[in-house]
Nanobody, 114 residues
Framework: QVQLVESGGGLVQAGGSLRLSCAAS????????MGWYRQAPGKQRELVAV???????NYADSVKGRFTISRGSAMNWVYLQMNSLKPEDTAVYYC????????WGKGTLVTVSS
């Protein structure tokens, strides 16, 4: 089992920055990739960014050039640096870990005011 706990959400004005953190515990050696997803009100959950154990990254087109995902060397932390935030980035952001199965955190709310 892997446990994930997110932190760093909050309220920010458009154009501002936030850094999300996700702490992983348990069987972190089994994690192959970690990522961030988000779900806005009335919308489906969507991929924001993912990073593999080898360091490869992938981003949603909507956040490319603004968000940066990074991880701890032991896959026990994953971060999401969010710059130039827009109101449409408002959502609950979920940490995800992929191993023998998918693991999810409880989410952290990011609100971007215009």
């Amino acid at each position: 089992q892997v446990q994930l706990v997110e932190s760093g959400g909050g309220l920010v004005q458009a154009g501002g920055s936030l850094r999300l953190s996700c702490a992983a515990s348990g069987m972190v050696f089994s994690i192959n990739a970690m990522g961030w997803y988000r779900q806005a009100p009335g919308k489906q959950r969507e991929l924001v960014a993912v990073i593999t154990r080898g360091g490869s990254t992938n981003y949603a087109d909507s956040v490319k050039g603004r968000f940066t995902i990074s991880r701890g060397s032991a896959m026990n932390w994953v971060y999401l640096q969010m710059n130039s935030l827009k109101p449409e980035d408002t959502a609950v952001y979920y940490c995800n870990a992929q191993g023998a199965m998918d693991y999810w955190g409880k989410g952290t709310l990011v609100t971007v005011s215009s």
